[in-house]
């Protein structure tokens, strides 16, 4: 689990780390960072390998597998603000967080917004159209990481959560290793550099620091990529992790444990944020089945929502592109169908 005893405060059993055994055997696993801005515009996508040839190993290497989408597969139109009828519960679970939580990770740092009219708008420039006028949005973001921050953790942890709502303010990309209980892969590979397995863990390639505890990662970050100040909702301590706790009552077990899967050669990139109900239904998938993904972190004020806008002629979250097989597509319930089609063994 997460780190256990945070601020000294008791363990409680909602939240308490659970003692886990490292791997004996050595792992093989290797993992590399592409040296790209990761801000205003396309970068190249990091890429990671395995060497394992285990046989114990439940997951399956790009080597031996050749990844295509499913037979017959159309991407679907997207339809902004619809819910799929078989999906209303699985959103209305997921959207519990932003009472819990406030809307953190809803914004993103220095937000602020303002309506105008339709003129003040250029064309072609992404904009929230409300009755006749238009949402003229912006922010204030601080510096940009060169590399991806890599974060190692898993969607049913509350002290990842915490990492995840600061990575949405700061609207930083994050290389995102996925952690599932009985993951074949990245927990051990965790134990391997840090010497414990514990989440989340956090590499900053551009520095070279890495460090587990969640605090310790929020305080890091907005220090080198924000303004210094931790966002109120993210100080409050035990507050703080217990209202995470909180907000996965909802989606209670969802994103904890490894499904079998085949791991691909690239990350997959999924365009989202912390904030948004439908990207924690995808998120919770791609954890599951211990795929690797970057995360284009697009809340309210980011400039990648013009980004993405441009990119695809619509803006809309989730948004997945799988360079893998070369899809792209809008609307988190089929992405959820194209994740496990295409990659669940």
């Known amino acids: 689990m997460a780190v256990a005893g945070i601020l000294n405060i008791p363990k409680l059993p909602l939240f308490s780390s659970l003692p886990l055994r490292k791997q004996s055997r050595p792992l093989s696993i290797s993992i590399k960072a592409s040296n790209s801005q990761t801000s205003t515009k396309e970068e190249e996508n990091p890429s990671f390998s395995s060497s394992s040839s285990s046989s114990s190993s439940s997951s399956t290497t790009s080597t031996a597998t050749t990844f295509a989408p499913p037979p017959n597969f159309k991407p679907p139109e997207p339809k902004p603000f619809a819910i799929r009828p078989d999906k209303t519960w699985d959103v209305v679970g997921a959207s519990l967080a932003l009472f819990f939580r406030l809307g953190t990770g809803v914004f993103v740092s220095g937000y602020s917004a303002s309506l105008v009219s339709e003129k003040e708008i250029p064309p072609g420039q992404y904009s929230l159209e409300l009755g006749g006028s238009k949402v003229k949005e912006t922010s204030k973001i601080g510096r940009r990481p060169e590399k991806p921050i890599e974060i190692y953790e898993f969607e049913g942890c509350p002290f990842c959560r915490k990492v995840r709502e600061i990575v949405a303010v700061l609207d930083i990309d994050v290389l995102f290793y996925p952690c599932p209980k009985n993951g074949p892969n990245f927990r051990p590979k965790v134990a391997q550099m840090g010497g414990k397995q514990q989440f989340p863990y956090m590499v900053d390639p551009n520095t070279g620091v890495a460090m587990y505890e969640s605090d310790d990662i929020i305080k890091y970050l907005v220090e080198k990529y924000g303004d210094g100040s931790v966002p109120f909702m993210l100080s409050l301590g035990l507050l703080t992790t217990l209202t995470a706790g909180f907000a996965m009552i909802g989606r209670m077990g969802r994103g ?41 972190s697009c809340a309210r004020g980011s400039p990648k929502r013009q980004i993405l806008y441009e990119k695809a002629g619509h803006f809309q979250v989730p948004y997945l592109e799988d360079p893998n097989t070369g899809v792209q597509m809008f609307e988190s319930a089929e992405i959820v169908e194209y994740l496990r089609a295409t990659y669940a063994q």
């Open 256 to 296: 904890n444990s490894y499904t079998p899967s085949k791991l691909p050669p690239k990350p997959l990139e999924i365009w989202s944020y912390e904030g948004s109900p439908f990207c924690k239904i995808i998120r919770e998938v791609l954890v599951e089945l211990e795929l690797p993904h970057i995360q284009r």
